[in-house]
């Protein structure tokens, strides 16, 4: 079974909290994967160019999931619908649309950043 990573979570991996090591260790033997959305941030996050090879490294076998007109449109309505009375931001839209149009769950610690999205599946 695919699941998404959010960002907080693959953080918190490389930070080494041992429940969420433990855990991904045993799933990798399925499919894990991130939104494109997640890779660009840990890019960005990362302080130099030994860090991204790190994380290029450490998540070779991820599924990156690319942000599709699906994914865009479904993102931008909920922008539209949650932006100003949940301060649902860009990033969050764009990896709860992906979660939503692959119908995969998504593993957060943030819940609080979707647990007002329907149809989102959490972790």
């Known amino acids: 079974m695919l699941y998404l990573c959010d960002t907080c979570i693959l953080i918190d991996y490389l930070r080494g909290n041992e ?3 433990q855990k991904l260790s045993i799933d990798r033997k399925q499919c894990l994967g991130m939104s494109a959305v997640t890779y660009m941030e840990l ?3 990362a302080l130099n ?3 991204i090879s790190i994380i290029k490294k450490t998540f ?3 599924k990156i999931i690319e942000i599709s007109d699906a ?3 479904l993102a931008r309505s909920l922008v539209e619908k949650y932006s100003k009375s949940h301060g649902l ?3 969050d839209a764009l990896i709860a649309a992906t979660a939503i149009e ?3 769950p998504l593993w957060t610690a943030n819940k609080k950043d979707f647990r007002f999205i329907p149809d989102i599946q959490i972790m």
């Open 19 to 21: 429940v969420i090591r």
């Open 43 to 45: 890019m960005v996050g």
């Open 49 to 51: 160019k030994q860090e």
């Open 60 to 62: 070779a076998d991820f």
């Open 71 to 73: 994914v865009s449109s």
């Open 89 to 91: 931001l860009i990033p």
């Open 102 to 104: 692959y119908d995969t």
